[in-house]
Nanobody, 113 residues
Framework: QVQLVESGGGLVQPGGSLRLSCAAS????????MAWYRQAPGKQRELVGV???????NYADSVKGRFTIFRDNLKNTMYLQMNSLKPEDTAVYYC???????WGQGTQVTVSS
């Protein structure tokens, strides 16, 4: 089992930026894919993007060009850099490791003026 802890959420104005972190327990997580999901009020949880063991990434169309996922394997930490934030990006953001079906507790991101 892998324990995941997200941090970095908060309130930001439209057009602003935030960086989320997902710290993972365990070792050798660099060999596993990791992902960010989000869930807005009243909506289903949706995939934001994924980073594979080799570092390649894929993103949802809604965030492509604005969000970037990267990881620091020495720190067992994955990041989500979010730029040009929009009110529709407001959601609870979760990190996920598919190989262990492990979810973090989530961190709230609110984009509002």
């Amino acid at each position: 089992q892998v324990q995941l802890v997200e941090s970095g959420g908060g309130l930001v104005q439209p057009g602003g930026s935030l960086r989320l972190s997902c710290a993972a327990s365990g070792s050798m997580l660099s060999i596993y894919a990791m992902a960010w999901y989000r869930q807005a009020p009243g909506k289903q949880r949706e995939l934001v993007g994924v980073i594979r063991s080799g570092g390649s990434t894929n993103y949802a169309d809604s965030v492509k060009g604005r969000f970037t996922i990267f990881r620091d394997n020495l720190k067992n930490t994955m990041y989500l850099q979010m730029n040009s934030l929009k009110p529709e990006d407001t959601a609870v953001y979760y990190c996920y490791v598919p190989n262990f079906d492990s979810w973090g507790q989530g961190t709230q991101v609110t984009v509002s003026s």
